[in-house]
Every structure is written in structure tokens, then in C-alpha cells.
């Protein structure tokens, strides 16, 4: 069935430190796929999103390629900053269904 | 654009009374609502699905009686939440989403506590 799984956290990290979570989805056909962020005590926000293969989703540093031959969708930013200390959920839609990850904490030292 | 609030944004109840929580897409019209249900450092629960107009649908072992849905407007969903039990305690956060389009937009989220 339609499913995603993502790196377990947390993911610890020091100021300006080249962050990764890998993602990677099985579905059928071409979904749609998103990176969602939360921070504490929040709502999801839409980070990225990717629709089609090859297509690379970006915002605030935060990149990530669609792969349709490895189902991924892996998170990557160059420098991280203690601000984006948060929980980040991969998912994709197919329809009108959105199936997620279980998340992956990240936590960034000064 | 495409901002979903939610109200309240936490509230405390006893046990046994009934607590209702507004979704609002306040920039667009939202064809579809989304209800989800997250427990502490865990990932979202997709409870049900509305539609303007017609009746919610369900995920497998929701109760429906007990978690009651209205999609009255393209802009407001309720969900409410009947006869509160201290299990019931949890993060309850919807979103909206334009036909067609393949992105939600989240609301902040409302936190019940049953006591």
C-alpha cells in the first residue's frame, strides 16, 4: 500500500552543519510530493513540494529532488540554523488522500 | 494567501461534555476539508474527510457518532468532538484544500484536554 518512510530522529546538528533527511515513498503512479515542517506547539507549514519527476522543490535553503526512480525525496539544506529546529514530516498525495512519514525532529545547536 | 485558521486554539473540558472546534480557510474556498489527529511526537492520523455539502468520510476505526463533522460553507468545517473522554485528549489540526489542487494548507492546530 501507499506508504512513506523517513530518517528516525532526532536529528541533531550544530549552527551552519549540511543537513539530509532521507525520504522515500511507495505509491502508484506520479504523486505529488510535499515536505511539511512543525513547530512546537504548530500547525504544518508547507515547505516544498515537488509535482513531477526530476522537479526540485525549494524555499527558505531547504531543497529536495523528485526521484521517480528511487522513490525519494530526500530534504537537504547547505547550513542550518537553531531557527529551523522543528519536526519535518515527507508525504505525498495521491487524490484527495495525503499519507505522511512519522516525522524526523531536528535539533540545532549554537 | 491560503491561510486555515483554527478556534480555539487550546481548550480544557470535563469529561462527559461536548467540545466543538472551527476550521476556516479565511483567503480561498476550501471544495475539500481534511480533520487529523496527532499524538504527542507522532506523526498525523487522518480522521476523516469533508466536502462542502455532503457528509464526512470516515477512516476505519473512527468513530463517527462521536466525532461529528459539518462541512456547511466552502470556508468552515466543525468538528465536534461529543461526549469528551480523557483519551480524547489530544492535537486536533485540519486542512483545506482548493479542487483540484494538490496541496493542504494546514490550520495551527487546537489542543483538547479532557480532564
Known amino acids: 500500500g501507499n506508504s512513506v518512510t523517513q530518517m528516525e530522529g532526532p536529528v541533531t546538528l550544530s549552527e551552519e552543519a549540511f543537513l539530509t533527511i532521507n525520504c522515500t515513498y511507495t505509491a502508484t503512479g506520479y504523486p505529488s510530493l510535499f515536505w511539511y515542517v512543525q513547530y512546537p506547539g504548530e500547525g504544518l507549514q508547507l515547505l516544498l513540494k515537488a509535482t513531477k519527476a526530476d522537479d526540485k522543490g525549494s524555499n527558505k535553503g531547504f531543497e529536495a529532488t523528485y526521484r521517480k526512480e528511487t522513490t525519494s525525496f530526500h530534504l537537504e539544506k547547505g547550513s542550518v540554523q537553531v531557527s529551523d529546529s522543528a519536526v519535518y514530516f515527507c508525504s505525498f498525495t495521491r487524490g484527495n488522500m495525503l499519507t505522511f512519514g512519522g516525522g524526523t525532529r531536528l535539533m540545532v545547536k549554537p | 494567501g491560503a491561510v486555515v485558521s483554527q478556534h480555539p486554539s487550546w481548550v480544557i473540558c470535563k469529561s462527559g461534555t461536548s467540545v466543538k472546534i472551527e476550521c476556516r480557510s479565511l483567503d480561498f474556498q476550501a471544495t475539500t476539508m481534511f480533520w487529523y489527529r496527532q499524538f504527542p511526537k507522532q506523526s498525523l492520523m487522518l480522521m476523516a474527510t469533508?466536502?462542502?455539502?455532503?457528509?464526512?468520510?470516515?477512516e476505519q476505526g473512527v468513530e463517527k457518532d462521536k466525532f461529528l463533522i459539518n462541512h456547511a460553507s466552502l470556508t468552515l468545517s466543525t468538528l465536534t468532538v461529543t461526549s469528551a473522554h480523557p483519551e480524547d485528549s489530544s492535537f486536533y489540526i485540519c486542512s483545506a484544500r482548493v479542487r483540484l489542487a494538490a496541496e493542504q494548507f494546514f490550520g495551527p492546530g487546537t489542543r483538547l484536554t479532557v480532564l
Open positions: 469533508s466536502n462542502e455539502g455532503s457528509k464526512a468520510t470516515y
